[in-house]
């Protein structure tokens, strides 16, 4: 069992409430991905409510903000689910449905296995790599850190290629 877990969290502001017809595409889709996601190698946690996915999830005032935070084993097994599966097609198709993020909206960190992320602590960490850029504590896939005590192996998963960004 590995000893550490990494943490993602990403956040957008959806550009209508999630009952509007222009957010269809989005929420047919999140069953579908939610599973996908679940039954990817590398795959330990995802946040929820009772629904089953987290966008009924209000962290902050704006009710349009919505969060996604995951475990998963390793950097490989979230890069494969983000950048090689059916999800990379649907995260294509984000600008239909979210706000231009002006800053930051993707997080990546090690947590201790066994340890369940709460979405403060999440964006806490977003905060973090939004005031200081990577560090140890709150990076991106572009710019990774090895688990505490675990070498770095000098890959680099080169998202480039398959991120479909917001140009």
């Known amino acids: 069992m590995p000893r550490y877990h990494l943490a993602q969290l990403n956040v957008g502001t959806i550009l209508h409430d999630l009952e509007a017809p222009a957010m269809k595409g989005f929420v047919d889709n999140l069953e579908r991905i939610n599973a996908l996601a679940e039954a990817s190698p590398g795959f330990v946690w995802r946040l929820q409510d009772e629904?089953?996915?987290?966008?009924?999830?209000?962290?902050?005032?704006?009710?349009?903000f919505i969060v996604?935070?995951?475990l998963w084993e390793t950097a490989e097994a979230l890069f494969d689910f983000v950048y090689r599966s059916a999800h990379t097609g649907i995260m294509a198709q984000r600008r239909e449905w979210f706000a231009r993020p002006a800053e930051a909206y993707q997080v990546l960190w090690w947590l201790p296995a066994g340890e369940i992320p709460t979405v403060?602590?999440?964006l806490a960490r977003l905060e973090r790599l939004r005031e200081l850029g990577p560090t140890p504590e709150a990076f991106t896939f572009k710019q990774r850190f090895p688990?505490?005590?675990a070498e770095d192996d000098g890959s680099d998963l080169r998202p480039e290629p398959y991120c479909v960004g917001w140009s």
């Open 120 to 122: 403060e602590a999440a």
């Open 68 to 70: 996604n935070l995951s």
């Open 147 to 149: 688990a505490p005590g």
């Open 51 to 64: 629904a089953g996915d987290a966008t009924g999830i209000q962290v902050t005032e704006d009710p349009r």
